[in-house]
């Protein structure tokens, strides 16, 4: 079975740049998390959305970060004018209603120079 | 605003030892999750506790609940260099946070 799909995988792009991160979450599942980890902060959870709609966008760094989700398998992370201090490792998430078990896309590993 | 912190920040063990992970929350949790990160990989589902003082057991992992709730602990028996990694714990209360993780090293 497919997992959570990310894209890229790597990211290398420089300050002030926009960047667009990409997720297709598991068939049938109708929650999806975007996360950032880094080794100051941990993991952070920035929005997530049900049934497309988001719900929480509080962990949400500034305007600079926007999340959509046109539809059911499909959501993007854009952050716009890029810093070098959104470098992180940002996952993607999906959940199924009925259980809190998250599963985890490998990220995408973003550098800004 | 809640906060879910873990001790120990660090652990290192010797193959064979016993290991706990400590996960305390400022609010109460309607449940409580775990998750292991291997080096270099992504948080991977391990369980979820929702009852208070509930204890689940998965081979050598032991999770245990807190009575009021605002507490966790994993426990390893007899670690395995297969056990390397980070543990979180996440809770959900009025928000969902993951807990600072505990990184695991296991020496041969």
């Known amino acids: 079975d497919a997992g959570v799909i990310q894209s890229p995988r790597h990211e290398v792009t420089e300050m002030g740049q926009e960047v667009t991160l990409r997720c297709k979450p598991i068939?049938?599942?109708?929650?999806l998390f975007w996360y950032r980890q880094t080794m100051m902060r941990g993991l952070e959870l920035l929005i997530y959305f049900n049934n497309n709609v988001p719900i929480d966008d509080s962990g949400m760094p500034e305007d600079r970060f926007s999340a959509k989700m046109p539809n059911a398998s499909f959501s993007t992370l854009k952050i716009q004018p890029s810093e070098p201090r959104d470098s992180a490792v940002y996952f993607c998430?999906?959940?199924?209603?009925?259980?809190?078990?998250?599963?985890f896309g490998d990220g995408t590993r973003l550098s800004i120079l | 605003g809640q906060q879910v912190m873990q001790i120990p920040q660090y652990q290192h063990v010797q193959e064979g030892e016993d290991f706990t992970t400590y996960c305390n929350s400022s609010?109460?949790?309607?449940?409580i999750q775990w998750y292991k990160q291997r080096p270099g990989g992504h948080p991977v589902f391990l369980i979820q506790l929702v009852k208070s003082g509930e204890v689940k057991k998965q081979k050598r992992l032991t999770f245990q609940f807190g009575e009021a709730k605002k507490n966790s602990s994993l426990h390893i028996t007899a670690t395995q260099t297969t056990d390397v990694g980070t543990y979180f714990c996440a809770g959900s209360g009025n928000q969902f946070y993951f807990g600072t993780g505990t990184s695991l090293t296991v020496i041969p």
């Open positions: 068939s049938g599942h109708d929650y």
């Open positions: 609010t109460t949790l309607s449940n």
């Open positions: 998430a999906s959940s199924p209603t009925g259980s809190s078990a998250q599963h």
